[in-house]
């Protein structure tokens, strides 16, 4: 209950840390912009829609911001943070348009987009002058980028079920793939044309499917694909992820 009452970092620091003035402002900025460039460079390191300098402007409004609720909270007695919350209304709604399907009905975006918010929410509690609470949650947040990436991927590959981008030689070669595929091992819970490929000649589909055989489970999701990918009414195949 202490650090919630007051701040633990802001504690160890002394008064000049807190409320709207030119050092604390300063010291805010100065960190959101140190947080934002790690953060951006991972995501741009991984070829992610949003890079450093958007993950920076994002931090630095949401920070800016929150910095301007608190001295209205302090000066005017306002209860409400009114900036802060359109902010985050407003990257939210950014966000959420960043997310789309590519042609091969992969969901592409929606980690950068909860990413983006996140961070938007880190630079307004920033901006308020709860730095404990800041370095935690950007500790955290980090560690579900990175760490918990590789234990999410590890997951999938274990998993029974998997979803594939599919390229047939013909559109009349489905009923081929689906009877080879069954005596492989693998049953088709759902297969969806893709309209993207209408006009291309080639039998496009996402299936989804579930690995039946006890034995192909020891098998990592690439395997089974890479022998999937050597039918002879197998185009092209690919994981969607």
């Not at 020891?218 to 992820?241: G, M, P, Q, R």
Request: proline content about 1%.
């Amino acid at each position: 209950m202490d650090i919630i009452a007051e701040d633990f970092f802001a504690s160890l620091m002394g008064e000049w840390s807190k409320g709207v003035t030119l050092g604390s402002t300063a010291l805010k900025i100065g960190i959101i912009i140190v947080l934002t460039t790690i953060l951006g460079c991972e995501r741009a390191r991984n070829r992610h829609a949003a890079g450093l300098r958007t993950f920076m402007v994002v931090g630095l409004a949401s920070t800016s911001v929150a910095i301007a609720d608190l001295y209205l909270i302090l000066a005017f007695k306002v209860t409400f943070p009114f900036l802060s919350a359109a902010t985050l209304i407003a990257i939210a709604i950014i966000g959420a348009n960043t997310i789309l399907f590519s042609s091969k009905n992969q969901l592409k975006g929606l980690t950068t987009s909860v990413g983006l918010w996140s961070t938007a929410i880190i630079g307004v509690v920033l901006g308020l002058g709860l730095y404990t609470v800041t370095l935690i949650a950007y500790c955290v947040l980090m560690l579900c980028l990175t760490v918990f990436t590789r234990l999410e991927k590890f997951n999938k590959q274990h998993s029974s079920h998997f979803e594939v981008h599919l390229e047939l030689k013909g559109r009349n070669l489905l009923q081929e793939f689906t009877a080879t595929i069954r005596e492989f091992g693998l049953k088709i819970d759902d297969i969806e044309i893709n309209p993207a490929y209408a006009n291309s000649g080639l039998g496009v589909y996402t299936v989804a499917l579930t690995v039946a055989d006890k034995e192909l489970r020891k098998k990592k999701h690439k395997e089974l694909v890479h022998a999937l990918s050597a039918l002879d009414c197998v185009s092209y195949i690919e994981e969607i992820t």
